[in-house]
T-cell receptor, first 117, second 111 residues
Framework: GAVVSQHPSWVICKSGTSVKIECRSL??????MFWYRQFPKQSLMLMAT?????????EQGVEKDKFLINHASLTLSTLTVTSAHPEDSSFYIC?????????????FGSGTRLTVV | KQEVTQIPAALSVPEGENLVLNCSFT??????LQWFRQDPGKGLTSLLL?????REQTSGRLNASLDKSSGRSTLYIAASQPGDSATYLC??????????FGTGTSLTVIP
């Protein structure tokens, strides 16, 4: 089945630094990837949608200059949290899809727990 | 804007009990509804997907129903086991790609 690998699974960084999270589709070509974040006791919220080779589309309220998304290939998308602050501490999860993936259509990564200190 | 609500927020039951988790959504023009399981600090595991034209789906001890007109879905878990302890999320999708997730029900099954 379709597998999405997300790395790292957890990261601790200092305030003001940048962190990169990778999302890879292992056995399929992901034409579209999605990035979600989940704050404690809240639901998963879509941050942005990226299509391979084009700029990401960000949801309202998500700063595109702070959360840089690159989807340069059909198997890799990256999310870079720039100048991270404690309020960016959250659980980030990606999902990927491709045309014809069937009813389930979307495969989720295992998530990244980001803690900014 | 679609809003998805799950009740209860938390549930604790003794092993062996049957239980029902509820999900409601405000916009009934959905493409499908999916139930996921999330273990602490982990990603999502898809459990069941119901297309908008379907009424229910079953997988093992799990049964999910969908009443699109009333904006409701239920997840029924039969003969609960401690390994079922997790957070259960429902999510609806419209014709686009975005999922709208509920806040989840945290289930604890006591041995």
């Amino acid at each position: 089945g379709a597998v999405v690998s997300q790395h790292p699974s957890w990261v601790i960084c200092k305030s003001g630094t940048s962190v990169k999270i990778e999302c890879r589709s292992l056995d399929f070509q992901a034409t579209t990837m999605f990035w979600y974040r989940q704050f404690p006791k809240q639901s998963l919220m879509l941050m942005a949608t990226s299509n391979e080779g084009s700029k990401a589309t960000y949801e309202q309220g998500v700063e595109k200059d702070k959360f840089l998304i690159n989807h340069a290939s059909l198997t890799l998308s990256t999310l870079t949290v720039t100048s991270a602050h404690p309020e960016d501490s959250s659980f980030y999860i990606c999902s990927a899809t491709f045309p014809g993936q069937g009813n389930y259509g979307y495969t989720f990564g295992s998530g990244t727990r980001l803690t900014v200190v | 804007k679609q809003e998805v609500t799950q009740i209860p927020a938390a549930l604790s039951v003794p092993e062996g009990e049957n239980l029902v988790l509820n999900c409601s959504f405000t916009d009934s023009a959905i493409y499908n509804l999916q139930w996921f399981r999330q273990d602490p600090g982990k990603g999502l595991t898809s459990l069941l997907l119901i297309q908008s034209s379907q009424r229910e789906q079953t997988s093992g001890r799990l049964n999910a129903s969908l009443d699109k007109s009333s904006g409701r879905s239920t997840l029924y878990i039969a003969a609960s086991q401690p390994g079922d302890s997790a957070t259960y999320l429902c999510a609806v999708r419209h014709s686009g790609n975005q999922f709208y997730f509920g806040t989840g029900t945290s289930l604890t099954v006591i041995p």
